[in-house]
C-alpha cells in the first residue's frame, strides 16, 4: 500500500514537472511574437499588467489548492465521503464570492490601481483582467480538490490548456486590434484578453474531471457527524493563508518595483508616462528570455523534496547529502550555459528576436542572463532548505532579497547613466542576496550539506570554454556569412544558430569526458537514466 502511494507521489510530481516546463517554455516564447506586435509602449503596459495577473495567480492558486487538498486526502483516507463533499460544498460558493467582490474591485477601481502602478496605459488591460480573479477562485477549488485525491492530472490538463489558450488568443486580438489601428492601451488589452479566455476555458474541463473523481467515491453515511460550514471555512483559511503569502512573495514584489522604476522613470529622469512605459517594455524582452532557464530546473527542484525526505526518514544521511549534491551539480550544468549563452551573445539575441531591439536591451540581458543562473539556484536550495525541515528559512531571504531588489531600482534607475538597465541590476543582486542567505543556513542548519565548492569548479570551467566558443563562432559566422546573406535579422538568426548548436555539441563533450556528471547526478531527471545510456555516462 506505501509504495502504491509512493509511486503515485512521483507520477503526480512528474506530471506537473513536465506541465510546468511545458507552461514555462510557452509562456515565455508567446511573448516573442506578442512583444514584436506591441511595440516597445505596448509591451510595457502589458508588463505593468501581467505582473498584476501572477500576483492574483498566485494568491488564489498558491494556498487553498494545498490546504483543500490536505483536507480532503485526510477525510478520504478516512473514507469519510460525506467530510469530503462537506470540504468541497463549502470552499466553492465561498471563494465564488471573494472571486466576484474582487473582480468587481478590479474592474470598478482599475484606473486607480493602474495610477498607483504610475501606467494609465495599463487601465484597460487590468479591467480585461477583473474577469480572470473570478476563474482562478474557482479553478483553485477544482484544482485543490483533485490533488486531495493525489490525481495531478486536472491541474496538469488545465495548466496546459489555459498557457495554450493565453498565447493563441492573446497573439491573435493583439493582432487583429493592432491591424485595426486601436491606441495602444487597447491593443494592450487585447493581449491580456488571452489570459483571461483561457482562464474561463479551464473551468468547464475541471468541472468535468471533478464530477469524474466524485462518481468514484465509496457511498458513505457520515453526514450526521459534519462539522459546521463557518468552521470547515476557518480551517480552510488557517492553512491556505501563510502558504499564500510565502509563494505570493516575490509576485508581490514584482508589482511594487514595476510601480517604483516606472515612477523614478517618471519623477527621476523625467520622461513622459509614455517614454518610461516604452522603456520598462525594453526590460520586459529581457523578462521574457531570463524566465526560461528556470525551465529547465522545475523537474529537479521537485523531485528533490521527497528524495531527500525518504533518505533522512530511512537514516541515510549519506545518500541525502549526495541527492543535494547532485542537485546543486544538475542546477550548475544545466543552467550555468543557459544563462552564460543570454552573457555573451546578448546584442544577436535580442536583434533575432525582437524587431527594432534597442542596445539597452543587450545590456539589460547580460545582467538578467546572471540573474536567471541565480533564481535557479534559488530554486534548488530552497528546496534542499524545505526538504531538510527548514521551510520557513527561505521566507526570511526572499523578502531581503525583494527589498534589494526595489531599493536598489529606486536609487540606479534615475541616474541617467544607468535607467532601465537598473531594475536588471536590481534583480540580479535580489537572487544573490537570496542564494548567499540560503546557502548560510544550509551551512548553519544541514548536518549532511553539500560541498558547493567541489560541484562549482567543474561546470564552470565547461561553461567558460562553451561560452568562448558560442562568442568566437558566431563573430566567425557573422564575418563570413554577412558578405552572402547579409547583416539582418534572419542572418543574425542563422549565424545564431550556428554558434548554439557548435557550442552545445562542445560543452555536451566537454562534461562527459572530464566526468563532470555522472549516472547519480543523472538520476535526479525524469528518464536521466535512459538518457544517461544514450550519452554514456558513468
Not at 492573446?170 to 485595426?180: E, H, K, N, S
Not at 529606486?410 to 548567499?436: E, K, Q, W
Not at 538568426?493 to 557550442?503: E, T
Request: proline residues 4%.
Amino acid at each position: 500500500m506505501q509504495e502504491e502511494k509512493t509511486q503515485s507521489f512521483i507520477k503526480g510530481a512528474a506530471i506537473l514537472a513536465a506541465t510546468s516546463i511545458f507552461v514555462k517554455i510557452i509562456g515565455a516564447v508567446y511573448k516573442i511574437p506578442l512583444f514584436n506586435i506591441l511595440g516597445n509602449v505596448g509591451k510595457g503596459a502589458f508588463q505593468v499588467t501581467y505582473s498584476v495577473y501572477t500576483l492574483i495567480l498566485n494568491i488564489a492558486t498558491a494556498g487553498v489548492p494545498v490546504a483543500l487538498s490536505r483536507m480532503v486526502a485526510s477525510a478520504a483516507a478516512g473514507g469519510k465521503t460525506g467530510l469530503v463533499k462537506r470540504y468541497f460544498r463549502v470552499a466553492l460558493p465561498a471563494f465564488t464570492i471573494i472571486g466576484v467582490i474582487a473582480m468587481l474591485a478590479m474592474y470598478l477601481f482599475a484606473g486607480q490601481i493602474a495610477g498607483a502602478m504610475n501606467s494609465s496605459l495599463a487601465a484597460p488591460g487590468i479591467r480585461v483582467l477583473a474577469p480572470a480573479v473570478f476563474f482562478v477562485c474557482i479553478i483553485s477549488v477544482y484544482r485543490g480538490y483533485a490533488q486531495g485525491f493525489e490525481n495531478m492530472i486536472p491541474t496538469a490538463a488545465s495548466q496546459a490548456l489555459e498557457v495554450v489558450c493565453k498565447a493563441v488568443f492573446g497573439i491573435a486580438i493583439t493582432l487583429i486590434l493592432a491591424r485595426a489601428g486601436y491606441e495602444v492601451q487597447n491593443v494592450t488589452a487585447g493581449a491580456i484578453m488571452g489570459v483571461t479566455i483561457g482562464l474561463g476555458m479551464c473551468i468547464p474541463l475541471l468541472v468535468w474531471y471533478k464530477r469524474k473523481i466524485s462518481r468514484s467515491l465509496p457511498q458513505t453515511d457520515d453526514s450526521g457527524d459534519l462539522p459546521g460550514r463557518m468552521k470547515v471555512f476557518l480551517q480552510l483559511m488557517k492553512v491556505s493563508i501563510p502558504i499564500t503569502i510565502g509563494a505570493s512573495f516575490m509576485s508581490i514584489m514584482t508589482v511594487i518595483d514595476n510601480s517604483v522604476v516606472l515612477g523614478r522613470l517618471q519623477n527621476g529622469l523625467g520622461l513622459s508616462e509614455t517614454d518610461a512605459s516604452a522603456q520598462l517594455g525594453i526590460f520586459a524582452e529581457g523578462l521574457a528570455l531570463y524566465n526560461l532557464p528556470s525551465a529547465l530546473i522545475v523537474p529537479v527542484a521537485i523531485s528533490l523534496v521527497p528524495a531527500i525526505a525518504a533518505a533522512l526518514a530511512k537514516g541515510q544521511n549519506t545518500e541525502a547529502r549526495g541527492i543535494m549534491q547532485s542537485s546543486v551539480k544538475l542546477v550548475n550544468l544545466f543552467a550555468m550555459p543557459a544563462c552564460a549563452g543570454l552573457m555573451v551573445l546578448p546584442g544577436p539575441i535580442m536583434v533575432a528576436l525582437f524587431k527594432d531591439s534597442l542596445q539597452a536591451a543587450s545590456a539589460i540581458l547580460i545582467f538578467l542572463g546572471a540573474a536567471a543562473f541565480f533564481v535557479c539556484l534559488q530554486l534548488v536550495t530552497t528546496a534542499i532548505l524545505q526538504a531538510n525541515g527548514n521551510e520557513r528559512l527561505p521566507l526570511l531571504s526572499i523578502p531581503i532579497g525583494g527589498v534589494v531588489k526595489i531599493i536598489l531600482g529606486y536609487v540606479l534607475v534615475a541616474n541617467p547613466d544607468v535607467g532601465i538597465v537598473g531594475s536588471a541590476i536590481g534583480s540580479l543582486a535580489c537572487f544573490v542576496v537570496i542564494c548567499a542567505l540560503n546557502i548560510i543556513f544550509i551551512k548553519i542548519k544541514v548536518k549532511e550539506r553539500p560541498k558547493f565548492l567541489r560541484v562549482f569548479v567543474k561546470p564552470l570551467f565547461c561553461t567558460a570554454v562553451m561560452a568562448a566558443i558560442a562568442y568566437i563562432v558566431y563573430g566567425l559566422t557573422h564575418r563570413i556569412g554577412s558578405g552572402i546573406i547579409g547583416t539582418g535579422r534572419f542572418a543574425v538568426a542563422a549565424f545564431l544558430a550556428v554558434a548554439i548548436v557548435i557550442s552545445v555539441v562542445v560543452y555536451v563533450l566537454l562534461i562527459i569526458v572530464t566526468r563532470t556528471i555522472t549516472i547519480d547526478d543523472m538520476k535526479l531527471v525524469p528518464k536521466g537514466e535512459k538518457l544517461a545510456k544514450i550519452l554514456r555516462i558513468r
